[in-house]
């Protein structure tokens, strides 16, 4: 009887234990991907802000599927000046940014379609409220590819604001 009492246990320890390992087969997983085409852009990104004071403190480039957000989460100081760039795959037809601040309020929200001036580069600049973790949500819609390769860069402000 005890025996049989522990083989129930054993494998239903065993059960659950394999299903909690199977369900971390579905967290999100960035992947990076070939920014090729828009070495150019990123480049002269780069050069723009260093020239304005600042900083690159992150970049990533990131496999996206369209019409799916991808997560980011960034540590932000209170009162500094931050400059975040989005560019997404040039067929994209839709762009769009979110920031959330640590207790999930949005403080940034940019939309851009294909053909605005702008096109598939999204940048705004922000100064943290309070020294918290921060999630950036880009997403990019493309009729014709499922999966999209985006490239995200943060800037801190490290000049004295005059220049």
Request: glycine share 4%; net charge positive; aromatic share 14%.
């Given at each position: 009887?005890?025996?049989?009492?522990?083989r129930i246990?054993?494998?239903?320890?065993l059960l659950?234990f394999?299903?909690?390992l199977?369900?971390?087969?579905?967290v999100?997983?960035?992947?990076?991907?070939?920014?090729?085409?828009?070495?150019?852009?990123i480049?002269s990104?780069?050069?723009?802000?260093?020239?304005?004071?600042?900083?690159?403190?992150?970049?990533?480039?990131m496999?996206?599927?369209?019409?799916?957000?991808?997560p980011?989460?960034?540590p932000?100081?209170q009162?500094?000046w931050y400059?975040?760039i989005?560019?997404?795959?040039?067929t994209s037809k839709l762009y769009e940014?979110?920031?959330f601040d640590?207790s999930?309020k949005q403080v940034?929200?940019k939309?851009?379609m294909?053909?605005?001036?702008?096109?598939n580069v999204i940048s705004f600049?922000?100064?943290?409220q309070?020294?918290?973790?921060h999630m950036i949500?880009?997403?990019?819609v493309?009729k014709?590819?499922?999966?999209l390769c985006?490239?995200?860069?943060?800037?801190?402000?490290t000049?004295?604001?005059g220049?």
């Amino acid at each position: 009887m005890i025996s049989n009492l522990y083989r129930i246990v054993s494998i239903s320890l065993l059960l659950l234990f394999s299903n909690s390992l199977l369900a971390q087969n579905d967290v999100i997983r960035q992947e990076s991907c070939d920014v090729g085409s828009y070495q150019r852009t990123i480049d002269s990104l780069k050069q723009f802000y260093s020239e304005r004071g600042f900083s690159l403190f992150r970049e990533a480039s990131m496999t996206m599927e369209s019409e799916y957000e991808m997560p980011i989460v960034i540590p932000m100081q209170q009162g500094t000046w931050y400059q975040f760039i989005f560019i997404g795959d040039p067929t994209s037809k839709l762009y769009e940014v979110r920031m959330f601040d640590y207790s999930e309020k949005q403080v940034v929200y940019k939309k851009n379609m294909w053909g605005d001036v702008d096109g598939n580069v999204i940048s705004f600049d922000y100064i943290a409220q309070f020294s918290e973790y921060h999630m950036i949500k880009p997403v990019q819609v493309n009729k014709k590819k499922k999966k999209l390769c985006g490239y995200v860069m943060l800037f801190k402000r490290t000049a004295p604001r005059g220049n």
